[in-house]
């Protein structure tokens, strides 16, 4: 059984810190591109960041550049993906959600054929 389970998520002043994490099982995830969209309410679905099944290659969008860090653990079985959130903003306020493909063009576009629930993140000003 596929499950993708974020966690980390929690309410934190303006420019504080959070580490969310994302872990994947139930598939050979450690070839899959891994990505972090985040829905905020009365808002579309957006992309946050991902990263490649490597590893090597990140991308970010603009408005988390240089303060969100995507990273990913490739363990035998299960694979975690992490999303370091610095100088938060009371704009990143939202829904997070994992998202996982075996493309790395299609995570960054729309999101992967897998998703997670989600978890909220809160950024009080």
């Known amino acids: 059984q596929v499950q993708l389970v974020e966690s980390g998520g929690g309410l934190v002043q303006a420019g504080g810190s959070l580490r969310l994490s994302c872990t994947a099982s139930?598939?050979?995830?450690?070839?899959?591109?891994m990505g972090w969209f985040r829905q905020a309410p009365g808002k579309e679905r957006e992309f946050v960041a991902a990263i490649s099944w490597t590893g090597y290659s990140t991308y970010y969008a603009d408005s988390v550049k240089g303060r969100f860090t995507v990273s990913r653990d490739n363990a035998k079985n299960t694979v975690t993906v992490y999303l370091q959130m610095n100088s938060l903003k009371p704009e990143d306020t939202a829904v997070y959600y994992c998202?996982?493909?075996?493309?790395?063009?299609?995570?960054?576009?729309?999101?992967?054929?897998?998703w997670g629930q989600g978890t909220q993140v809160t950024v009080s000003s």
């Open positions: 998202t996982a493909d075996e493309n790395n063009v299609t995570v960054r576009l729309r999101g992967g054929i897998y």
């Open positions: 139930g598939r050979t995830f450690s070839s899959y591109a």
